[in-house]
Nanobody, 114 residues
Framework: QVQLVESGGGLVQPGGSLRLPCAAS????????ISWYRQAPGKEREWVAQ???????AYADSVKGRFTVSRDNAKNTVYLQMDSLKAEDTAVYYC????????WGQGTQVTVSS
């Protein structure tokens, strides 16, 4: 059974940084693309970034230049490094894969506030 588990969220001041791991199990991790999404209160879930198996990366315009997605296949983990955080980055962050189905983690809360 595929499982995705996010962690690393918390409260950070504007301009600060956080790194979110997404640990995967029950899947052929090195062959899978993993995406990050986020959902702010009262808003729809939006795509943030993706890393493929190659790996190649892609980012939403709102985070390009501030966020970096990477993967460690030995640890079955994808990371979202978030720098220069803004208040509008406040959201629950989810990782996702469509490998053999559609799977989501439980999410981790990121709050950017002074």
């Amino acid at each position: 059974q595929v499982q995705l588990v996010e962690s690393g969220g918390g409260l950070v001041q504007p301009g600060g940084s956080l790194r979110l791991p997404c640990a995967a199990s029950g899947m052929f991790f090195s062959g899978a693309a993993i995406s990050w999404y986020r959902q702010a209160p009262g808003k729809e879930r939006e795509w943030v970034a993706q890393i493929t198996s190659m790996p190649t990366t892609a980012y939403a315009d709102s985070v390009k230049g501030r966020f970096t997605v990477s993967r460690d296949n030995a640890k079955n983990t994808v990371y979202l490094q978030m720098d220069s955080l803004k208040a509008e980055d406040t959201a629950v962050y989810y990782c996702n894969t469509n490998w053999g189905g559609i799977y989501w983690g439980q999410g981790t809360q990121v709050t950017v506030s002074s």
